[in-house]
């Protein structure tokens, strides 16, 4: 099984742009679906991007749909995901994580393994 390490966390002010990778050890990261998820102060994890291990399959979730783009590089062993024109809304602690199912699978909630996550905090 995969571990997962995310970076790339930081404060931004609103309207700026910031990008999370996630590194993987182990030498099965390609038959890993990928994905994002996020948690804000006294909410629920909630989905944020997902891949297919093959990267040619994305799923977005309706609030970063047009600003957010999640991208894998299988020789490297990372997944990214671009955030641009962030919001005070989307300061949350971001989680890195995997699914040996498939993208769609990840993006209900089914994973298998978690990242311990990387701080995203966007000022007004």
């Known amino acids: 099984q995969v571990q997962l390490v995310e970076s790339g966390g930081g404060l931004v002010q609103a309207g700026d742009s910031l990008r999370l990778s996630c590194t993987a050890s182990g030498r099965t990261f390609g038959s890993y679906a990928m994905g994002w998820f996020r948690q804000a102060p006294g909410k629920e994890r909630e989905f944020v991007a997902a891949i297919s291990g093959s990267g040619g399959t994305t799923y977005y979730a309706d609030s970063v749909k047009g600003r957010f783009t999640i991208s894998r590089d299988n020789a490297k062993n990372t997944v990214s995901l671009q955030m641009n024109s962030l919001k005070p809304e989307d300061t949350a602690a971001y989680y890195c994580?995997?699914?040996?199912?498939?993208?769609?699978?990840?993006?209900?909630?089914?994973?298998?393994?978690w990242g311990k996550g990387t701080l995203v905090t966007v000022s007004s």
């Open positions: 994580a995997g699914a040996t199912t498939l993208a769609i699978t990840l993006k209900n909630g089914g994973v298998n393994v």
